[in-house]
């Protein structure tokens, strides 16, 4: 069966005139002739859980408007989901994450990165099946995270500027225009990783509720916890559901644009000349993005990627960081950060939403950290996809924490996290 999406012509015309648009900064109309193109991936496999990457390759004739040609080679990269796998192609549908995405890149970042352009990758094309970004890789973006999913505190400072640009952009936009960005987008925000009012048998519900069942026998087999296990058990999922409370639009507190999936991999960096330090990132895969306070975004960021003995030594010094660079890109645009988000209430947000970094953590880790071998047969078949998502997942996990160092030792850090000071200690 085919895996790869054909692109009409008025396709391949739009996606080249946006392209020609955006990067020779002219709104002038140009001629384009596609001579031929490609659009496949280097393995034709499914390379991410709910989503298809690829590689799409143009040889394209431009005409100008004063009739000079110009042949030009243009690379991007391509996201789609994955239509061919039922299983999949359901959850995706219910869930609504690539419409999400859509509606995100086609409605709302073209408006931010006018304000500040270098926090996601460019848009040059999408609909209900396709969408088509420059090819960071050309650009040498890599990610940052090794197998563990960490990242150090460079990777972290240059990402936690990103995320401040976004965030900032959110807040200038919504002063221009005068009105809210959930009223403006509202398909853009909508919750849909933690919506509130569902059903058991949604898919959000489902996929939650599997996953307590995967941490409640993980606790099991942590020694320390026996004395208390009951205590923690009957607790411990009471503690986790807060996430749904969490990441509502709040009525108290400051909401921004936020990209609601920050994992380790859903970042890239691009790094000096000497390939250590990163320089600039780019935030990608926007299918889970709401508006919330920027504290959810942020506490995610800082506790997924980190353990705790890392957030010991460096929370406060990035959150100040965060902090920093919010005053900046605010004053660049002539607009004082205490009238939107005061020290105090920054503060006082780090506290109130502190435990969205241990749940996340655990929501997210549990799969995106499991063994290659595993990670390979839940995204490569509909069998996979539905054993890890539905009947198998706590057996897989299992077997991933007795036979896995890296997913065994980052899964307790995450457990102790979360037990020891928001169920034991009860700090939320």
Same mark, same amino acid.
């Given at each position: 069966?085919?895996?790869?999406?054909?692109?009409?012509?008025?396709?391949?015309?739009?996606?080249?005139?946006?392209?020609?648009?955006?990067?020779h900064?002219?709104?002038q109309?140009? !001629?384009?002739?596609?001579?031929?193109? &490609?659009?496949?991936?280097?393995?034709?496999?499914?390379?991410?859980f709910f989503?298809?990457?690829?590689?799409?390759k143009?040889?394209?004739?431009r005409?100008?408007?004063d009739?000079?040609?110009?042949? &030009?080679?243009?690379?991007?990269?391509?996201?789609?989901?994955?239509?061919?796998?039922?299983?999949h192609?359901?959850?995706?549908?219910?869930?609504? *994450?690539?419409?999400?995405?859509?509606?995100?890149?086609?409605?709302?970042?073209?408006?931010?990165?006018k304000?500040?352009?270098?926090?996601?990758?460019?848009?040059?094309?999408?609909d209900?099946?396709?969408l088509? %970004?420059?090819?960071l890789?050309?650009?040498e973006?890599?990610?940052?995270?090794?197998?563990?999913?960490?990242?150090?505190?460079?990777?972290l400072?240059?990402?936690?500027?990103?995320l401040?640009?976004?965030?900032?952009?959110s807040?200038?936009? &919504?002063?221009r225009?005068?009105?809210?960005?959930?009223?403006?987008?509202?398909?853009?925000?909508?919750?849909?990783?933690?919506? *509130?009012?569902?059903?058991e048998?949604h898919?959000?519900?489902?996929?939650?509720?599997?996953?307590?069942?995967?941490?409640?026998?993980?606790?099991?087999?942590?020694?320390?916890?026996?004395?208390n296990?009951?205590?923690?058990?009957?607790?411990?999922?009471q503690?986790?559901?807060?996430?749904?409370?969490f !990441?509502?639009?709040?009525?108290?507190y400051?909401?921004?644009?936020?990209?609601a $999936?920050?994992?380790?991999?859903n970042?890239?960096?691009q790094y000096?000349? %000497?390939?250590a330090?990163?320089?600039q990132?780019?935030?990608v895969?926007?299918?889970?993005?709401?508006?919330?306070?920027?504290?959810?975004d942020?506490?995610?960021?800082?506790?997924?990627?980190?353990?705790?003995?890392?957030?010991?030594?460096?929370?406060?010094?990035l959150?100040?960081?965060y902090y920093?660079?919010?005053?900046?890109?605010?004053?660049?645009?002539? *607009?004082?950060?205490?009238?939107?988000?005061?020290?105090? &209430?920054?503060?006082?947000?780090?506290?109130?939403?502190?435990?969205?970094?241990?749940?996340?953590?655990l *929501?997210?880790?549990?799969l995106?950290?499991?063994?290659?071998?595993?990670?390979?047969?839940? !995204?490569?078949?509909?069998?996979?996809f539905s $054993?890890?998502?539905?009947?198998?997942?706590?057996g897989?996990?299992?077997?991933?924490?007795?036979?896995?160092?890296?997913?065994?030792?980052?899964?307790?850090?995450?457990?102790? $996290?979360?037990? $020891?000071?928001?169920?034991?200690?009860i700090?939320?």
């Amino acid at each position: 069966m085919s895996t790869t999406i054909e692109l009409s012509s008025i396709a391949l015309q739009n996606l080249c005139q946006r392209y020609h648009e955006l990067n020779h900064h002219s709104n002038q109309p140009c !001629t384009f002739e596609v001579h031929s193109y &490609e659009h496949s991936s280097n393995t034709d496999t499914i390379s991410g859980f709910f989503g298809r990457h690829q590689i799409l390759k143009l040889n394209v004739r431009r005409i100008d408007v004063d009739g000079q040609e110009h042949f &030009e080679k243009l690379h991007f990269f391509t996201k789609s989901p994955i239509i061919e796998v039922d299983s999949h192609m359901d959850y995706i549908e219910e869930f609504g *994450l690539f419409k999400k995405e859509v509606h995100v890149y086609r409605e709302v970042l073209p408006e931010l990165q006018k304000t500040f352009p270098n926090v996601a990758p460019k848009y040059y094309y999408a609909d209900e099946r396709l969408l088509v %970004f420059e090819h960071l890789g050309d650009q040498e973006f890599r990610m940052g995270a090794e197998r563990d999913g960490l990242l150090n505190y460079e990777h972290l400072h240059c990402r936690l500027k990103t995320l401040a640009a976004l965030h900032a952009s959110s807040i200038v936009y &919504e002063v221009r225009c005068g009105r809210k960005l959930n009223e403006l987008y509202p398909d853009a925000v909508v919750e849909n990783a933690y919506p *509130l009012g569902i059903s058991e048998t949604h898919v959000r519900s489902q996929n939650f509720n599997n996953a307590n069942r995967v941490f409640v026998e993980l606790i099991k087999l942590l020694p320390k916890y026996q004395e208390n296990l009951d205590y923690i058990l009957r607790e411990f999922p009471q503690r986790m559901a807060m996430i749904f409370e969490f !990441t509502q639009t709040s009525d108290k507190y400051l909401n921004v644009f936020s990209h609601a $999936d920050l994992w380790a991999n859903n970042v890239m960096f691009q790094y000096g000349k %000497f390939g250590a330090l990163p320089q600039q990132s780019r935030l990608v895969d926007f299918q889970l993005a709401r508006y919330a306070p920027p504290m959810v975004d942020l506490m995610t960021v800082l506790t997924i990627p980190t353990s705790s003995n890392f957030r010991k030594q460096h929370l406060s010094e990035l959150l100040c960081d965060y902090y920093r660079f919010m005053t900046e890109f605010l004053k660049s645009e002539q *607009l004082n950060i205490e009238d939107y988000l005061p020290r105090q &209430e920054f503060y006082e947000t780090a506290e109130k939403f502190r435990i969205v970094g241990p749940i996340e953590s655990l *929501l997210f880790s549990h799969l995106t950290i499991l063994p290659p071998a595993v990670a390979q047969a839940v !995204t490569s078949s509909a069998n996979g996809f539905s $054993d890890f998502f539905d009947a198998k997942r706590v057996g897989m996990c299992l077997e991933a924490f007795r036979t896995d160092e890296i997913y065994r030792e980052r899964l307790t850090d995450m457990l102790e $996290d979360l037990i $020891d000071n928001f169920v034991l200690n009860i700090k939320v």
